[in-house]
């Protein structure tokens, strides 16, 4: 079996959550009679202290809800150029909410409240409206890179001035708060709504949440509808996620030491020129001459390990929990002979 260090959607159930998965009570969420599916959005609207949930099929699904909820034909949307929402789902800001996006550059894929200030745009007419600020936690093209929650902060108070809405693409949210100890309810607090993802590094099969006001849950569900997001018997998946948010969240650390780990030996061995900083479970490293990043796979594939190119000479690697400490130290082993 390969060792799979492409991403952590990778995972499998685990037994408790493939029992729970089988024991789960359902009915119909369309008909609002799912008693697990309304368990696990209660639930994660509580984590954050936040009004109300709703269960999606991914992650782009519920971050394009979200910025549908606030922008309209004509508005603008203010993220970090290497944003999820805007490089790998599809051109959704504009199919779905008919918005513009005004990209913004800062290290390791994160922005400052002074660079949200700089792009707001003037009452002009030439130019569209600025309604959205949308920030990812952790930073994927960063390197699983977490921000500072003062910086946050100081967006939100930014946002407030302006009168613009703040939006998380919280993915990996859990990653960053078990880096940081920043809490569930601190980011409740600063955020109009928040995606988080429970197939990653939770480990759960399917699906995403959206968290946000009574009013804007009511109104995506409109907006779920139109998508084609709706759920019937959604109960037998929900409880997967039920049992990562009860069982997987402490545990990622795991990961983040694996990874780290890795980044090390990586240091040290001459055919790779920069890792870049790890605080979390995603590594990212740039090759030198020795290798493009076409042969260095296929040299790991030969290994039977499975990795990801990230961009020229840019190897990332992820990790998650089917990936143990006897698949670390075969993989350690493996770079240290190439």
């Avoid at 789902?89 to 290290?107: F, H, T, W």
């Avoid at 607090?189 to 429970?198: K, N």
């Avoid at 019937?232 to 049992?243: E, F, N, S, T």
């Avoid at 992820?318 to 002979?337: A, P, R, S, W």
């Amino acid at each position: 079996m390969a060792i799979d260090l492409r991403s952590d959607t990778l995972t499998k159930p685990t037994p408790g959550m493939h029992e729970a998965m089988m024991s789960a009570e359902v009915g119909d969420d369309m008909f609002g009679e799912d008693p697990t599916v309304a368990a696990l959005e209660s639930r994660a609207a509580k984590m954050f202290g936040m009004d109300a949930a709703i269960y999606c099929a991914s992650g782009t699904m519920t971050n394009q809800i979200g910025i549908r909820l606030h922008c309209n034909l004509q508005d603008e949307v203010i993220c970090h150029k290497y944003s999820h929402i805007y490089l790998y789902e599809s051109g959704g800001i504009m199919s779905n909410a008919g918005a513009s996006v005004r990209l913004l550059d800062g290290p390791r894929g994160m922005i400052t409240a002074k660079d949200v200030e700089a792009a707001i745009q003037a009452d002009d007419i030439h130019s569209p409206v600025s309604r959205l600020v949308s920030l990812e936690n952790t930073m994927n093209k960063g390197g699983g890179s977490c921000y500072d929650f003062e910086e946050i902060w100081a967006i939100r108070e930014t946002c407030h001035e302006h009168g613009l809405a703040l939006h998380l693409d919280g993915a990996r949210l859990f990653n960053a708060l078990v880096a940081t100890g920043q809490t569930t309810k601190q980011y409740g607090e600063v955020f109009d709504t928040i995606s988080i993802c429970l197939s990653k590094g939770l480990g759960a099969p399917v699906g995403s949440l959206l968290l946000g006001g009574h009013d804007d849950i009511k109104r995506a569900k409109r907006i779920r509808k139109v998508m084609g997001g709706a759920w019937r018997q959604a109960g037998y998946i929900a409880a997967a996620g039920l049992y990562a948010l009860d069982h997987h969240i402490d545990r990622l650390a795991e990961d983040h030491n694996k990874a780290k780990a890795i980044g090390s030996v990586l240091e040290g061995l001459d055919y790779v020129e920069e890792v870049l900083p790890c605080e979390t479970n995603i590594l990212i490293f740039k090759l030198s001459d020795k290798y493009t990043n076409d042969a260095f796979l296929k040299k790991l594939a030969e290994h039977n390990i499975l990795a990801f190119g990230f961009g020229p000479q840019l190897i990332r690697f992820v990790t998650h929990y089917d990936f143990t400490d006897d698949h670390l130290n075969e993989t350690i082993e493996v770079l240290k002979k190439l």
